[in-house]
């Protein structure tokens, strides 16, 4: 049956053992994506989704009713004030970076309590020089990190105590890290912890990765804004690109100016045709989201099996749909991710190489035969080229497709059989 693709017998066998293991983790999976959909099918009809919401606007985009009840969907869905859904915006990084200069101004204070951000976020900062980052208008920045896989509290409440912190930063995802994805739980318990603290610090999630991989969301949690991608998990691999800034109102509408300009805001901003994209992106999300869990939890299972460290575990909590897989040398790591590319429907034929990525310090080995450029929610695989030499496998829109990738990476590092 798979010798189309080209997998032995023996990864076969591997593999549909190991998924054996995973059917009491798929079942929680089943469950939490259920009342997902309950959610997103609730905000539909709350909000009236109507055909008309399809149509397109043009030029200035003024009057947009259907981009303007997307927003109030994703706002019910994240039980948020308010929310702004773009397709203006290119990626998540570039949500968070309009989100950051519009919260921040010369002299006030950015603090990350999960160590450093995301390596797109270097130059945004100035952690990396550049003349249009953040610290060139001179807006300060410093970070406290996670002490064993947790906020560190006593460093937290003392840093507060001895400065005033205009927004803190908290990156849900572990990034091109070792680390742990933060949980629900743990947010729920530093923010309030800041709260008691300084009520006026704004806290400003990166939720990227993590949406629908839980029953509730950050803002339920206390945040005050939080930020994610659509090409990530709530776009369902059909939003071509766009992302979300969900929270406060004030906050929010602080944003859209920064991304438009001031004194129209949200008013403009054409939808161009993509608001049927997205609705039925976010309405297949819970559906996708699920079989990227699956795919993450069969991949953590097999790796495990062939004697790779793996984070999380199979039946570990999941947070995020990310996958880290500990190779401990380049050359298990790039075959890993050429074989996730061979499993694709698009490009299968391209040759993964590291190469100097816009925004990375270290060469980078991406696989993405996605259907959108860049698309973390349909199947990838991508890590710096760098020790420990860990992959970040993410996403599949269907489980068998995920199933199918994993074999064809897991028959490039056994080469040729167990």
């Not at 994506?33 to 008309?52: D, H, P």
Request: aromatic residues 8%; proline residues 3%; charged residues 25%.
């Amino acid at each position: 049956m798979y010798k189309d693709l080209g997998i032995s017998e023996e990864v076969v066998e591997l593999i549909n053992s190991c998924e054996e293991d995973c059917k009491e983790e798929f079942t929680k999976i089943d469950k939490i994506s259920e009342l997902n959909s309950l959610k997103v099918l609730n905000a539909f009809q709350k909000n009236e989704i109507t055909e008309s919401c399809f149509n397109e606007t043009t030029g200035y985009g003024y009057n947009d009713l259907g981009r303007d009840k997307i927003e109030k969907v994703f706002a019910t869905i994240f039980n948020a004030e308010d929310c702004l859904v773009r397709s203006q915006f290119i990626s998540g990084s570039h949500a968070l970076n309009v989100c950051l200069f519009a919260l921040l101004r010369p002299g006030d204070l950015l603090l990350s309590i999960t160590g450093k951000p995301y390596d797109t976020l270097d130059e945004v900062i100035g952690i990396k020089e550049n003349p249009s980052s953040l610290k060139s208008y001179n807006i300060k920045y410093d970070q406290i990190d996670l002490v064993n896989d947790d906020f560190d509290y006593d460093k937290i409440e003392k840093y507060l105590k001895e400065n005033k912190v205009k927004v803190i930063e908290i990156q849900r995802s572990k990034g091109y890290s070792t680390r742990k994805s933060i949980s629900l739980e743990k947010l729920k318990n530093v923010i309030k912890t800041i709260k008691n603290i300084d009520k006026d610090v704004i806290i400003m999630i990166d939720n990227c990765y993590c949406e629908f991989v839980n029953a509730t969301e950050p803002v339920e949690a206390g945040a005050d804004i939080i930020v994610g991608s659509l090409i990530k998990n709530l776009g369902g691999g059909i939003a071509p690109n766009g992302a979300y800034i969900a929270g406060r109102h004030d906050l929010v509408e602080l944003c859209a100016e920064r991304l438009t300009l001031p004194g129209e805001g949200r008013e403009v901003g054409p939808s161009l045709g993509i608001n049927k994209q997205i609705l039925q992106g976010l309405y297949m999300a819970p559906s996708v989201v699920s079989s990227a869990l699956k795919t993450a939890v069969l991949t953590s299972r097999v790796l495990e099996k062939l004697g790779y460290e793996v984070e999380p575990k199979y039946n570990d909590e999941r947070v995020d749909i990310v996958q880290n897989i500990t190779f401990g040398n380049p050359d298990d790591l790039i075959e890993f991710t050429r074989g996730i590319q061979e499993g694709s429907a698009i490009d299968s034929n391209a040759r993964v190489e590291a190469w100097d990525m816009p925004g990375y310090s270290d060469k980078v080995v991406m696989a993405s035969g996605s259907f959108t450029q860049g698309s973390s929610i349909e199947l990838s695989c991508d890590g710096p080229i760098r020790e420990p030499y860990i992959a970040y496998m993410q996403g599949s829109l269907t489980y068998p497709y995920g199933k199918l990738g994993l074999m064809k990476a897991v028959q490039k590092i056994m080469k040729g059989g167990v």
